[in-house]
């Protein structure tokens, strides 16, 4: 059940930050979505992920309306991570838009972050350097945000895992990023990622959709908690 996320920014929003390269960024895309007070607490998933999140990679993989956005919005106002939210969408399957949404989701909580990067990709305009470049630059820019435990969710995920530019920035990124920085990628299919040396390690971990499912005591509460009416056994 997707209930409770409202995709707008809260009403109390911090000044927005920078332009990042006079990309068009949505701001509402790299912040975490608001909660209804009524949202259904599912603490059997709160803990789970509160022992897991320490991991390098979290995968959240289930159909639409199961709930992934809105349990792991709970769980980053909940964790003493930092957390970094980017929701992806079907204009992100561009390298440049990547990259430019993840400069934009570290300056959420660095507002100078990636300076380099930033230079860079605006230097796109006129020529300007290689992807690999500018690629390593920013991978080399992230040590900055491993000062704190981190992680940072690739929400909706799966709109972009099948772009090689996408999936090899992304790969690079999760397998070279400071050591207490990790990533939940929640989608409707498990990342393509060739992630096999974190599994083998124990650094990667899966909720899926016989997880996501409400139990019965879940349905019950969802029922008297949320809706007002008591369910007979």
């Known amino acids: 059940?997707?209930?409770g996320v409202i995709p707008e920014a809260p009403p109390h929003s911090p000044a927005p930050a920078p332009d990042v390269c006079a990309?068009?960024?949505q701001r509402a895309k790299v912040q975490?979505?608001?909660l209804r007070d009524e949202t259904l607490q599912r603490d059997r998933l709160l803990d789970w992920l509160a022992l897991k999140a320490h991991h390098r990679a979290v995968f959240v993989t289930a159909d639409a309306g199961y709930g992934k956005t809105t349990l792991l919005a709970d769980h980053s106002r909940r964790t003493r991570l930092?957390?970094?939210w980017y929701r992806v969408d079907d204009e992100d399957r561009d390298w440049v838009s990547l990259l430019n949404y993840l400069?934009?989701?570290g300056r959420e909580v660095e507002p100078g972050f990636a300076p380099m990067t930033t230079a860079l990709l605006q230097d796109l305009a006129t020529g300007g350097e290689s992807k690999e470049t500018i690629v390593e630059t920013f991978i080399g820019e992230v040590a900055s945000l491993?000062?704190?435990p981190t992680v940072l969710v690739f929400d909706d995920y799966h709109l972009v895992d099948d772009v090689e530019d996408v999936r090899t920035i992304v790969r690079?990124?999760?397998l070279r990023a400071p050591e207490r920085f990790g990533f939940i990628f929640a989608g409707r299919r498990r990342p393509s990622l060739p992630l096999a040396r974190l599994r083998a390690q124990g650094e990667l971990a899966e909720l899926t959709t016989d997880d996501l499912r409400f139990n019965e005591a879940e349905t019950e509460r969802l029922f008297r908690?949320?809706?007002g009416r008591a369910l007979e056994p």
């Open 146 to 148: 491993g000062g704190a």
């Open 32 to 34: 975490r979505p608001a």
């Open 1 to 3: 059940v997707g209930l």
């Open 103 to 105: 400069v934009a989701s």
């Open 225 to 227: 908690e949320t809706y």
């Open 82 to 84: 930092r957390v970094l």
């Open 172 to 174: 690079e990124l999760v």
């Open 23 to 25: 990309f068009p960024v």
